[in-house]
């Protein structure tokens, strides 16, 4: 998250290149993940520092970034919002608004004021300052597939994607009273991700060090981005499921069948405890992904077996290091 040529620490060819980053081999196995970061070596990832770009949908470029599933583009929205939708929604099946005023309707419908006023006060704290968004977003094209658009362009995707953040990052700056960088990642192409981070920490950072070391490709949810509130944070993690799960956009469900687990690691920390109760419902979410998948592929020529254990949730208490533990973290 965050634009790999917005930052600038080496001068000499170390800048960040998405491609290497994509393909290099990670420090650890996905099944060492959970006991690796709470090791000496795993702290190194939990940098101390809290970062301060949001990502549009979970996916990490160099450096690392606070993040959630489109930035909460798939968000709970007001009651009224939520109608307006539906009824736009209808207008548009119709034919009685064009195509581009749906795609200007669906960019304009921002989060709940909760989560809205939430990441303002982030702003205000100088916990956040800059929006990134991708070409080719999964939660941008899983909003529109939401909402009756079934055959979006990746030019209409985009648009919607880059619409939100520019809606969005207008109504923060005027809310917060405070400028908010929005930049354009580089992290084109299908997802790779093989694993859902959701990290209490605020630091996690899945690479360290002139791009050299990292953790296994994964999204990055942050529930302070969604003021902590379980039943969003569930809703992002389905949404990266949805994502990485799907083989038009991510590794697709015969990849994970062949090659278990998927983790979904819930990254705790005593300073800003996750929600009670987030494991069981993550689990029972989950269950219901794992059966409509299952029916969905036992009507299918080619059937493909789901393991049990194909996704494994597990929770990970770590401790945030101090700032003189991490030379590398400045």
């Known amino acids: 998250m965050g634009n790999p040529e917005s930052h600038s620490y080496d001068e000499v060819n170390h800048s960040p290149n998405l491609d290497h ?17 709470t090791s000496e070596k795993g702290k190194k990832f939990i ?14 470029d160099p450096f690392g970034a606070q993040g959630s599933a489109g930035s909460s583009i798939d968000a709970e929205k007001d009651p009224e919002v939520a109608a307006m939708l539906t009824e736009k929604e209808a207008e548009f099946k119709d034919g009685k608004i064009s195509r581009t005023q749906y795609f200007d309707i669906l960019a304009s419908a921002m989060p709940s ?20 968004y991708h070409p080719g977003c999964g939660a941008a094209n899983k909003y ?15 648009y919607v994607a880059r619409k939100f953040v520019e809606n969005k990052v207008a109504i923060l700056e005027n809310m917060s009273g405070k400028k908010i960088k929005i930049s354009e990642s580089k992290a084109e192409g ?9 990290d ?19 999204f990055l949810i942050s529930p302070s981005l969604l003021n902590n509130d379980p039943l969003e944070i569930v809703k992002q993690v389905m949404i990266s499921l949805s994502i990485a799960f799907n083989s038009h956009h991510g590794k697709g469900l015969k990849y994970f069948s062949e090659n278990p687990p998927y983790p979904i ?33 036992a009507v299918k020529k080619e059937n493909i077996s789901i393991p049990d254990n194909i996704i494994e949730i597990k929770n990970i208490d770590v401790v945030i290091p101090p700032d003189e533990d991490l030379p590398m973290a400045a």
């Open 265 to 297: 690691l819930l990254v705790d920390c005593k300073e800003n405890p996750l929600p009670k109760g987030l494991k069981a419902i993550i689990e029972s979410k989950v269950s219901e992904f794992l059966a409509k998948m299952r029916k969905s592929e």
């Open 113 to 132: 004021r909760a989560l809205m006023e939430n990441e303002a006060n982030m702003i205000r704290n100088g916990e956040l300052d800059e929006i990134t």
């Open 190 to 198: 299908d997802h790779q991700e093989v694993v859902t981070y959701v």
């Open 21 to 37: 980053y994509e393909i290099m081999k990670p420090v650890v196995s996905i099944t060492e993940l959970p006991n690796f970061l």
């Open 47 to 60: 940098r101390g520092i809290n970062r301060k770009e949001s990502c549009i949908d979970g996916r990490v």
């Open 144 to 158: 529109l597939v939401d909402h009756g658009v079934e055959n979006a362009s990746p030019e209409e995707v985009n």
């Open 200 to 218: 209490s920490t605020k630091r996690l950072d899945l690479i360290v060090k002139d791009s050299d070391v990292q953790l296994p490709n994964g």
